[in-house]
């Protein structure tokens, strides 16, 4: 069975990077897209942006401009950065397997448990 | 950006059949793109609950059913229990301006 997790600061100042972390075990990280997503405190779910085993990545247009994400499959993670964040950064992240079965489908089929970062100075 | 609409609530007494909307564009499900329902339980994260507009994972029971036609998409709860009232997400996949992944913005299934 698949399992993720996020790890990272819970805290995090206004402009300054988020950093997370999230491990897989259970089952090789190649092969696959990973994906990180977020939730604003009841709020709905924002995708943030994929990366596949081999590096190649897709991020939302939205937050195009500050995220980076990366992949270690030495260690079967991958990771998250977000630069200049704001308070409506604020949100629960997770990470997810992202299973791409057709030219027409991406979901989200294995999920962590989830990781809440604020951003307050 | 492209969005998939959803009502913001929905209800319904035990036993009772209930559907949830999911309301998209011709970039995205009318683009041919399949659309995935999550459940979300209070306090955890989501759970897939049906992929590929109609199919559920494996420990889904078959209460749980999925349908899309042109620019829409639904999900249908029959039988409805106490644990089924949770926050409900369609999910998408949209090729507008750049090609992203996109989510509905949730509804909350109160069982009454």
């Known amino acids: 069975q698949v399992q993720l997790q996020e790890s990272g600061p819970g805290l995090v100042k206004p402009s300054e990077t988020l950093s997370l972390t999230c491990t897989v075990s259970?089952?090789?990280?190649?092969?696959?897209?990973w994906s990180w997503i977020r939730q604003p405190p009841g709020k709905g779910l924002e995708w943030i942006g994929y990366?596949?085993?081999?590096?190649?990545?897709n991020y939302n247009p939205s937050l195009k401009s500050r995220v980076t994400i990366s992949v270690d499959t030495s260690k079967n993670q991958f990771s998250l950065k977000l630069n200049s964040v704001t308070a409506a950064d604020t949100a629960v992240y997770y990470c997810?397997?992202?299973?791409?079965?057709?030219?027409?489908?991406?979901?989200?089929?294995?999920w962590g448990p989830g990781t809440l970062v604020t951003v307050s100075s | 950006q492209s969005v998939l609409t959803q009502p913001p609530s929905v209800s319904g007494a035990p036993g009772q059949r209930v559907t949830i909307s999911c309301t998209g564009s011709?970039?995205?499900?009318?683009?041919?793109?399949?659309v995935h329902w999550y459940q979300q339980l209070p306090g955890t994260a989501p759970k897939l609950l049906i992929y590929d507009n109609n199919n559920r994972p494996s420990g889904v029971p078959d209460r749980f059913s999925g349908s899309k036609s042109g620019t829409s998409a639904s999900l249908a709860i029959t039988g409805l229990q106490a644990e089924d009232e949770a926050d409900y997400y369609c999910?998408?996949?949209?090729?507008?301006?750049?090609?992203?992944?996109?989510f509905g913005g949730g509804t909350k299934l109160t069982v009454l």
């Open positions: 011709s970039s995205n499900i009318g683009a041919r793109y399949d």
């Open positions: 259970g089952g090789s990280i190649t092969t696959y897209y």
């Open positions: 999910q998408s996949y949209d090729s507008s301006l750049s090609a992203y992944v996109l």
């Open positions: 990366i596949y085993s081999s590096g190649s990545t």
């Open positions: 997810a397997r992202t299973t791409h079965g057709s030219s027409t489908s991406w979901n989200f089929d294995y």
